[in-house]
């Protein structure tokens, strides 16, 4: 089978896949154990992976950034599971948000900069992984979101991160314990 821009579909090489999107973009895998990984994923992060799928369903807090230059994209919501397979032909590595799950989202495998326990411990971390610099400030009575001021909805304590405005708080305490998270 061959797989063009117009007859999207998957056709498999000697050592991985190369699937054809049906909006033309062509996505090329390298075979892992079985497992299709994307083909910019560096090994590092093809063997954290390995790794942890072997691990019987432990729990692993995934964190995608650029990874090219290491920075956290700081993703909070659904990264956070245990490392399954899909099925069918093409396997590629999922996230199984609980045990009772059987399937998940694909993971971006290229662009994991950080693959740890969910108890503890890094599995993988880029070379240059950095976060940002996070500051905590008091939200003052004129800020504005949406043309709703913070401090009217409740909102007391602002996280800035390089000096950009990225989460809100209605106490100083919510505001650490989502810093310690982030940076953890």
């Not at 007859?7 to 498999?12: L, M, T």
């Not at 050592?15 to 075979?31: E, F, M, P, Q, W």
């Not at 100083?172 to 953890?184: C, G, K, P």
Request: hydrophobic share 35%.
């Amino acid at each position: 089978m061959t797989a063009t821009a117009d007859k999207p579909g998957v056709v498999f090489t000697e050592d991985g896949a190369i699937h054809t999107l049906s909006n033309g973009n062509v996505i090329h895998y390298r075979k892992v154990n079985g497992i299709f990984y994307h083909s910019e994923t560096p090994g590092a992060v093809v063997r954290a992976l390995e790794n942890a799928r072997s691990c019987c369903r432990r729990r692993v807090r995934l964190y995608y950034g650029d990874s090219a230059l290491g920075r956290d994209w700081l993703d909070e919501v659904g990264m956070e599971g245990s490392i399954g397979n899909s099925m069918g032909p093409l396997k590629i590595p999922i996230l199984l948000s609980n045990r009772r799950s059987h399937g998940g989202p694909g993971l971006l495998d290229h662009c994991i900069v950080k693959l740890k326990w969910a108890t503890g411990g890094i599995i993988y971390q880029h070379p240059r992984y950095h976060t940002g610099t996070f500051t905590i400030r008091e939200i003052g009575s004129e800020e504005m979101c949406g043309g709703e001021n913070f401090r009217a909805k409740g909102f007391t304590h602002a996280v800035d991160v390089d000096n950009h405005n990225h989460a809100n708080f209605r106490s100083v305490q919510e505001a650490e314990r989502y810093v310690r998270r982030m940076t953890s």
